[in-house]
């Protein structure tokens, strides 16, 4: 303020500040911008739009349908139009080809999980101030994974499951596996869908009870005969044995060595571990300020986290992960995350620079 005096005076209300505004305002914008257009397409979703317009309808069909204000849908509908979720044609409007993939209720890829997600993401946002005073928020990690399971299963299925699964599949261990356990594989999609490319495989969902209540209704969903669930946590009770795949992705435990052994007895001779998860490399700072702070926001009562994104006491570098494994298992492959990350939301449960670990029993 005393710069400001110094080189203002009483001049201000005359001559433009010396320092542009401009930055920032650009910043405000965008901010404001972006809130409305996600206000638009919630409201959209839970009004059914979507679900009305798989057939073309009048804006007055349509209001009929969601009983909405006309003037207002007119205009929700315009913007629709302009962001190019819906096509407006002779008076007539309808959804476009990806909004009848991901945002109507009946598509088996529809994001609607993404969106509630989201909207508690923010909500948690606003009360940074009192977290920044007060510290984190507390919640068991069960009921953490149990309200994300949902909107994690979503995001996968936009790209990042097919693309790890047709990796994990290609491998020559993978025709031959007899049983594969997915440790800590929440809504199970992985273990369907590696069921479903090996007609001999028998796999096994380990996690928390209350998870697995969301696995067993996709594998009821998609008639995965072949896929059991297995309730407990890794940490401390027994995981099975004779395994001839062991896949452990984006998990507390990930990035844990104390829990190879434990992954190496449960394998059989010549089983393969595949690992993925996101490593801090030696020496490395942040990978997003922002996740940083959304990580230490919410703390976890069984486990106690580190204090950057998809950390935990216990973690070691990548390149000391690497040791660890290297004393029970021979390295097979490391695929880098552009070959299967999915869509980044600036959120937990961005893929970041993951890495897939491809590891065989020595």
């Known amino acids: 303020m005393n710069r400001f005096k110094e080189e203002c005076g009483v001049d201000y209300l005359v001559n ?6 401009k930055p920032l305002y650009e910043i405000l914008n965008e901010c404001s911008r972006t809130f409305k257009v996600f206000c638009v397409l919630y409201t959209a979703l839970k009004m059914g739009v979507f679900d009305c317009l798989s057939k073309p309808k ?4 349509l209001c009929e349908e969601t009983k909405a204000n006309p003037d207002f849908m ?7 139009v302009d962001l190019g979720f819906l096509v407006e044609e002779n008076g007539f409007y309808k959804n476009s080809e990806i909004s009848d ?16 997600d989201l909207r508690n993401n923010l909500k948690l946002w606003e009360r940074l101030e009192e977290i920044a005073k007060s510290g984190p928020i507390t919640i068991g990690e069960e009921r953490f994974f149990k309200e994300h399971n949902e909107s994690l299963a979503s995001r996968a299925l936009c790209g990042e499951l097919q693309r790890t699964v047709k990796i994990i599949s290609s491998l020559p261990e993978f025709k031959k596996a007899r049983r594969l356990l997915d440790l800590g594989g929440g809504h199970g999609l992985y273990a369907i869908a590696f069921t479903k490319l090996n007609p001999n495989l028998e796999a096994y969902v380990f ?11 996709n594998i009821s969903k998609f008639k995965a005969e072949r896929v059991n669930v297995i309730a407990g946590n890794f940490f401390t009770d027994d995981i099975g044995e004779g395994y001839d795949i062991v896949f452990f992705s984006y998990n507390p435990g990930g990035r844990n060595p104390k829990l190879i052994p434990k992954i190496h007895a449960s394998l059989k001779d010549g089983g393969i571990f595949v690992n993925k998860h996101v490593f801090h490399c030696k020496g490395e700072g942040t990978k997003s300020p922002l996740l940083d702070i959304e990580w230490c926001m919410v703390a976890w009562s069984g486990v106690k986290k580190a204090s950057r994104i998809y950390s935990f006491e216990g973690n070691t570098t990548f390149e000391e992960y690497l040791e660890v494994l290297k004393k029970y298992f021979s390295i097979v492959k490391i695929v880098d995350a552009h070959k299967f990350a999915g869509y980044a939301l600036t959120q937990l449960g961005d893929t970041l620079d993951a890495k897939i670990i491809v590891a065989k029993k020595i």
């Open 207 to 217: 996690d928390f009870p209350e998870v697995l209540e969301k696995t067993k209704e």
């Open 74 to 80: 007119d205009k929700i509908c315009k913007i629709l």
């Open 58 to 61: 009048t804006l007055a069909e």
């Open 101 to 116: 993939v991901y945002l109507r209720r009946n598509s088996p890829l529809n994001q609607r999980s993404v969106f509630e």
């Open 16 to 21: 433009e500040p010396s320092i542009s505004p």
